[in-house]
């Protein structure tokens, strides 16, 4: 029992990782109709923003994670000038060959800064355990889902009660309608890029001290998060979120139940069979073909 | 129409390759050998792709399946090369039918995410199942091709076998695309209800552009396995399906001469950016940005540029008839 709280809690750490690395995917896709394979080196760039901040520059953490926070949110408005501007009007392939080569572009200069030797970075509740049932939890894993569920509850506030949040779902329905209405459309799309980014870089933060912050992270979280929005429901929010946790559960308790080889095929294999079965996911818009 | 451009491609392809393998040095010969076979499975892809508009991000899969087709069958067996290859192909082809059947009423992301999971299933299959495929260690020792009695010494006189394989495979797909199976491919992707309302079985299209693709694949894969004589999962990842897709976009979609172009400069431009130091890969991922943003028709786009007027290109995918083929 102690072992199952321990792998439970690891696997809600993870899969709250793989949330918010969904969630940002989501906001962009909807937002935008772009399908984002960069968004697994989003949450690299989130990481060593902060390796970066606390290790390199050995910054205090409430100013390191701002500053690389504030480098997120840099970032992501770079992204939209310099990749999804150009690209906004091309096939659905051209903009996943795009931000695949980019992609290729960030890890390599990732690689080029950080050199290929991984990196540890801290969390600000190091090494800290707390005893639960029985079991002792790392309060770094209890942190990062409450930092999700806190981040969850502002989303739903920013997109319920804000003009700007508003705006931005107006934007995600109907970008004709919305600029006939007055609305600041390329303001509103450069901000889903920027809130994607934000969200990844709070993904990295949290994902840093859990694994290594390695340049090639990326691949195997987009894959994740690709898993979790499928299974969710394309293009929704609580899906990505049910979705995330959904594969960072299946991921542990996969790897020590059942076969710790073939633990990424569990998600996978579900995801295959969503999309045959229930491809609109547990949450997800109708329509089969949109996109 | 006829069979005049399949001909004159068949001849230019093997026309051109003979001239460079005579002039290109060995080390480039062996780039020039991976881009046959990259231009092979290319060309298949361009069946799914490229006329039938199926967005497929698992095509290394299908190379993959042949290529430890081939390497299983030699190496355990102790089958002759020439023999495991058809045997490859045809296993790689029925699997992909299998496949194809459910996955292929997806369409657009959807489909592309469905081959995106069908190919690191492989690779995750491929690094685990010790007993057959070696794991991540791969398989080596695949033994060396013999044509009548002689054992193919070296790049050169491979080289010369890739290029009369990759002109017989662009010969084929450009009758096919000429034929009236090449038009309901592409009648189905431009409007996959009209194509149905005129009769074209569009289940029955769909299947066979994706086991086609798989065939030019698994071909490729065989060549893959035979050439370097080792295989790994690694080189049948997702990341490599995704290469593929850039070569026929690069090149020119739904182009022959274009998957051959694509493949070439995709496989030399890493090369070509050596001189760039450690830096030359974030240089390659802007570069392929650049050609996506300013030549979105790709490198065959470019020629017909120079040759017509420049005029507005229509919003949807055009229909293109058999010109393509040139």
């Known amino acids: ?291 | 129409m006829a069979m005049r451009t399949p001909l004159a491609l068949a001849a230019a392809i093997l026309a051109v390759g003979a001239l460079l393998s005579f002039v290109l040095p060995e080390y480039h010969l062996r780039l020039m050998n991976l881009s046959v076979i990259s231009a092979i499975a290319v060309i298949g892809l361009n069946f799914a792709f490229g006329y039938a508009g199926l967005i497929s991000l698992g095509h290394a899969a299908f190379v993959g399946m042949g290529a430890y087709g081939v390497a299983i069958l030699t190496t355990r067996y102790g089958w002759s090369p020439w023999l495991a290859m058809p045997m490859a192909i045809a296993a790689t082809a029925v699997l992909a039918a299998v496949i194809g059947f459910p996955l292929l009423r997806l369409k657009g992301h959807y489909l592309a995410l469905a081959t995106l999971g069908l190919n690191v299933s492989f690779y995750i299959v491929a690094s685990n199942w010790i007993s057959l495929t070696g794991g991540t260690n791969g398989i080596a020792r695949i033994p060396e091709l013999h044509i009548a009695g002689q054992a193919l010494p070296g790049e050169r006189q491979f080289l010369w076998l890739g290029l009369v394989v990759l002109a017989v495979a662009a010969m084929v797909a450009s009758i096919l695309h000429a034929s009236r199976y090449g038009r309901a491919m592409i009648a189905v992707r431009d409007d996959e209800t009209a194509a149905r309302m005129t009769g074209v079985d569009t289940t029955v299209v769909k299947i066979s552009a994706f086991v086609l693709s798989a065939i030019y694949a698994a071909i490729a894969g065989c060549l893959f396995a035979c050439h370097t004589r080792f295989v790994a999962p690694e080189d049948f990842t997702y990341a490599h399906s995704i290469t593929y897709l850039a070569m026929l976009i690069v090149g020119g979609e739904s182009s022959i001469v274009g998957a051959i172009f694509g493949s070439v400069l995709l496989t030399f431009l890493p090369e070509w950016l050596r001189f760039l130091g450690s830096a030359y890969l974030v240089f390659f991922g802007v570069l392929v940005l650049a050609i996506l943003v300013f030549l979105p028709t790709g490198i065959v786009g470019l020629g017909r540029l120079a040759r017509r007027p420049p005029r507005r290109p229509a919003a949807p995918a055009p229909v293109r008839v058999p010109e393509v083929g040139s």
Do not use: C
């Open chain 1, 1 to 291: 029992m102690a072992d199952f709280i321990q792998l439970l809690v690891s696997g809600l750490a993870i899969g709250s990782v793989y949330a918010l690395a969904a969630i940002g995917f989501v906001i962009v896709y909807s937002a935008t109709g772009v399908v984002n394979f960069a968004a697994g080196q989003f949450v690299m760039v989130g990481t060593f923003a902060g390796v970066a901040m606390l290790v390199d520059a050995q910054l205090p953490a409430p100013l390191a994670y701002s500053a690389a926070l504030a480098v997120m949110a840099l970032f992501g408005a770079l992204f939209f000038l310099v990749v999804y501007l150009p690209l906004r009007k091309s096939s659905v392939v051209t903009i996943i060959i795009g931000t695949v080569a980019i992609g290729i572009t960030m890890q390599n200069a990732a690689l080029l800064t950080f050199g290929s030797w991984p990196f540890r970075l801290p969390s600000p509740v190091e090494g800290r355990t707390l005893a639960l049932g029985g079991a002792i939890i790392s309060t770094h894993a209890l942190g990062v889902v409450g930092v999700t569920a806190i981040m969850v509850a502002g989303l739903w506030l920013l997109f319920n009660k804000t003009t700007v949040g508003v705006g931005m779902r107006a934007v995600a329905q109907d970008i004709q309608a919305a600029r006939l209405m007055g609305l600041k459309v390329n303001r509103l799309l450069a901000l889903s890029w920027i809130l994607a980014a934000l969200l990844a870089g709070v993904a990295g933060l949290m994902l840093g001290p859990m694994w290594f912050a390695d340049v090639s992270m990326g691949d195997p979280i987009a894959l994740k998060a690709f898993a979790a929005t499928i299974i969710g429901g394309f293009g929704s929010l609580p899906g990505a979120i049910v979705g995330g946790l959904f594969v960072g559960l299946s991921e542990v308790l996969g790897a020590s139940y059942i076969s710790s080889a073939y633990k990424d095929l569990i998600s996978f294999g579900i995801m295959i069979v969503f999309l045959l079965v229930r491809p609109q996911g547990v949450f997800g818009e109708k329509i089969q073909d949109r996109g």
